[in-house]
């Protein structure tokens, strides 16, 4: 009994220093943040409402978007390559194949609208900084216009499996542009240089990032990278809650791949040391039976 | 040479050369140890077994690691962590062993000070346990820089920097520890030195020495009552093992801590597995950057206690500086658990519950180092910033105090 009341007291006095040194002192230093949007209310310019219609979307999109998107999916190829690309733009525009998949339907047809305030770059791209997104605003095309695009996105959209496979092409398409992941060889499609002068630094790679951000913070933080860190040049990519699970997915997958090994492992281990235990102690308890 | 009769059995024929019967009685079977004890007498062959894994899991660690500042996070991250088989059980082995084993000497040192284990002829053992604690902090400390993520970078380059701060040698001393003026290649290459080799092979000989220690002045036990070991132990093998007040440490003592053992690695292993992240911070899979400082930075949580009491004097007290304070409040935490012995006045050998004055003594003790680990890791600002100078004076007092306070106990005990 009074090592039990022992036992009690270690237990107390050491859950009450674990509450404080970690789940309280990591709530201190990284306040809870508003849930991620993942319908993109904030942006309301283009009524998506109206149904888009596919046909009028591929005319629309062959006169206004090719001469700089590729969109492999349609037979739309890069025009020049990624080097040339970047030297014109700042950054390789992103290959449309996957955007109907991948990103939301109410930021798209936002982020063709008015591409800077859908992202959140508002503090990087203004008057004062004098600094102009690659990609010119789409305010004066008719809210059906637009919607008639993100139906022709939407059509033409590659499907990907739901496999790591899958999970890769979804993390190329929304992350590979700016992003290293050099645990899976996958270097970012724009060069370094450029990125570093369009992003104001080098963006980091990608590859411990589950483990050093956790899953928790990803899930806001790639929903809208202001929320978590304000100021940063990293544009909210308006990634579909599906698309960012493949993409967090991904990330597991490549930044801590031996999870299910660990979780199998444990369970067994642990089973192994509750026998182990419990002979121990039929054990003890035989030994100190001949000396009570 | 002596005459050899030809050996009878493999037993006699090791005890012709190498005497292991006596050796086995002398080490096991008649290592006496008291009866009265609970399981906090099981924390030094816990401590044992820890430092053994921590041992075996670094050996496998030190095969692939690489101690370079360009490969030895992806020696760490990549290479053992996801292309080793099992290297990532290796690894959180390691980590989360040398975190818990902080708690369990924690514990084994706080059991000693409540049981007044440290006086009456077992100064040695007092000493030569807090040896080894400072030894496995050096261990700790060298160890986390090593896979030289974002926290073993700036806990390195905080902690390196605190030496600054003693007086005329200060600067030099910083650069001489570093081998540079920041920390960098020469830095993580002499700490990896120090944890491979140096510390642990002094480690070694401080836990030898620390058991050895035990021999003369014998285990305390439960109530801090003396006996005589050889009367007690011939009642013993007489056969009257009900009465007698000692147990061999095989295999009676060992058979309970054995079963200590396997309650406490059930608990090991599930943090192993499934709850790793407070001995293998998420801030340190971000590599090293130098030019990139963290929002927080702390030590591990066994540091955060002596931590605090260096930041907790901020200000400017009678023209010193707050930082000068600190570090001399830090210098003092850092030797005053080994003076223990000297400072506890008081001759009674007994648990602290049964001491009038040291039973507050102690708890105010945990309690203030429990205030000070907490607010030793959040950020030092506001009310904050006086909760820790709150308990890091609070710290100095009572060990300032405790002369005055066991004194005034003997002289109450005298008394009566």
């Not at chain 2, 059991?111 to 700790?140: C, H, N, Q, V």
């Not at chain 2, 006996?227 to 009257?240: H, N, Q, R, S, T």
């Not at chain 2, 790793?276 to 206690?305: R, V």
Request: proline share 5%.
């Amino acid at each position: 009994m009074k090592e039990f009341k022992i036992l009690a007291v270690i237990l107390i006095l050491v859950g009450i220093t674990y509450y404080g040194i970690e789940p309280y002192a990591h709530s201190v230093m990284h306040p809870e943040v508003a849930p991620a949007d993942f319908t993109f209310q904030d942006v309301k310019n283009v009524d998506t409402k109206l149904t888009g219609n596919a046909a009028n979307g591929k005319t629309l999109v062959e006169a206004n978007c090719i001469a700089c998107h590729a969109i492999e999916a349609a037979g739309n190829p890069a025009v020049m390559s990624n080097a040339d690309a970047a030297a014109s733009y700042g950054v390789v525009p992103p290959d449309l194949s996957h955007a109907g998949r991948i990103y939301d339907a109410n930021f798209l047809a936002n982020f063709v609208f008015d591409p800077v305030s859908a992202m959140h770059l508002q503090h990087k791209y203004n008057a004062e900084s004098g600094k102009q997104f690659p990609m010119p605003s789409y305010n004066w095309m008719a809210p059906q216009d637009i919607m008639d695009i993100v139906a022709y996105l939407q059509s033409i959209a590659v499907k990907v499996t739901d496999d790591k496979a899958g999970h890769k092409a979804t993390f190329e398409a929304a992350c590979g542009r700016c992003h290293n992941m050099q645990y899976a060889g996958i270097e970012a499609t724009t060069p370094a240089d450029n990125l570093k002068t369009y992003m104001g630094t080098v963006p980091p790679d990608l590859s411990q990032y589950i483990k050093s951000r956790g899953e928790h913070y990803l899930h806001s933080f790639v929903n809208d990278p202001q929320v978590l860190l304000k100021g940063t040049s990293m544009p909210r990519v308006g990634l579909t809650e599906k698309a960012q699970e493949e993409v967090i997915a991904y990330m597991e997958e490549i930044g801590d791949s031996k999870k299910a090994e660990r979780n199998s492992l444990g369970l067994w281990v642990m089973a192994y040391m509750v026998v182990f235990a419990f002979l121990a102690y039929l054990w003890k308890r035989k030994i100190w039976e001949e000396v009570h | 040479m002596a005459k050899f009769k030809k050996a009878d059995s493999m037993l006699e024929w090791f005890d012709q050369r190498l005497g292991v019967v006596n050796f086995a009685k002398v080490m096991m079977t008649e290592y006496w140890i008291p009866k009265n004890i609970n399981f906090l007498w099981a924390m030094g062959v816990l401590l044992t077994m820890l430092f053994t894994m921590l041992l075996v899991s670094g050996i496998f660690l030190l095969m692939y690691y690489k101690p370079d500042v360009n490969m030895a996070f992806d020696s760490v991250n990549y290479t053992i962590m996801q292309e080793v088989a099992y290297g990532w059980l290796f690894r959180h082995i390691h980590a989360v062993g040398a975190s818990v084993v902080f708690l369990i000497i924690y514990i084994h040192m706080f059991t000693g000070i409540y049981y007044g284990s440290y006086k009456k002829g077992r100064e040695m053992i007092w000493i030569s346990g807090m040896l080894l604690f400072m030894l496995f902090s050096a261990e700790g400390f060298s160890g986390y820089m090593l896979p030289w993520g974002q926290m073993s970078y700036w806990a390195a380059y905080v902690i390196t920097e605190i030496f600054g701060g003693i007086p005329f040698i200060g600067d030099d001393l910083v650069v001489w520890i570093r081998g540079n003026f920041y920390v960098a290649d020469a830095t993580l290459t002499r700490f990896f030195m120090l944890h491979v080799l140096l510390i642990p092979l002094a480690i070694l000989g401080a836990i030898v020495f620390h058991f050895y220690s035990l021999r003369f002045p014998h285990v305390n036990n439960e109530k801090g009552e003396f006996f005589d070991y050889e009367v007690e132990a011939e009642k013993y093998l007489a056969g009257d093992k009900k009465h007698s007040k000692v147990i061999p440490f095989w295999p009676v003592f060992l058979s309970k801590d054995v079963f200590v053992m396997g309650v406490f690695l059930i608990f090991f292993f599930y943090l192993v597995f499934f709850h790793y992240d407070f001995a293998m911070d998420p801030i340190n899979f971000d590599k090293a950057n130098g030019l990139k400082t963290p929002a927080h930075i702390y030590p591990e949580w066994y540091f955060l206690w002596s931590y605090e009491v260096l930041r907790g004097w901020f200000f400017e007290i009678a023209g010193i500086s707050g930082k000068s304070l600190g570090l001399m409040a830090f210098g003092f935490a850092n030797v005053i658990f080994l003076l223990i012995p000297w400072l506890d006045r008081s001759p009674t050998v007994k648990p602290a519950n049964q001491r009038p004055f040291f039973k507050y003594w102690f708890w105010i003790l945990m309690a203030d180092l429990m205030v000070l680990t907490e607010f030793g890791k959040l950020p030092p600002t506001g009310p904050n910033a006086w909760v820790g100078f709150g308990a890091s004076l609070t710290f100095l007092v009572l060990f300032l105090s405790l002369p005055f306070i066991t004194k005034m106990e003997a002289k109450k005990a005298g008394r009566k």
